[in-house]
Nanobody, 121 residues
């Protein structure tokens, strides 16, 4: 299983980015986004169930980020709006071996390589 995250880059504060995560897991998997800034622990950002009917957001993402998915394309997206310098991190997508979404990184089996998001002030 290989997950490929893309869409990161450099953006000014207040701007937007859309991250994508492509890849098949061979089953109906929930997906999540996590991020890790230098010197900090990995942080939960958002998660979505296989059906898309259940979504969770971390406190830092609520009201600004939107997670979605297109199962026909085997892709998951993270629309990030009103970006702040503290959103700067490497963003990782992950997949579970189950359909239900989760906030916990330990529940995810498959991980992508990460995409860098840098927000300048």
């Amino acid at each position: 299983v290989q997950l490929q995250a893309s869409g990161g880059g450099l953006v000014q504060a207040g701007g937007s980015l859309r991250l994508s995560c492509a890849g098949r897991t061979g089953n109906r998997s929930a997906r999540g986004w996590f991020r890790q800034a230098p010197g900090k622990e990995r942080e939960f950002v958002a998660a979505i169930s296989w059906s898309g009917g259940m979504k969770y957001y971390g406190d830092s993402a609520k009201g600004r980020f939107i997670i979605s998915r297109d199962n026909d394309k085997n892709e998951v997206y993270l629309q990030m709006n009103s970006l702040k310098p503290e959103d700067t991190a490497v963003y990782y997508c992950a997949a579970k071996r189950a359909t239900s979404a989760s906030r916990y990184s330990g529940d995810y089996t498959y991980w992508g390589q990460g995409t860098q998001v840098t927000v300048s002030s």
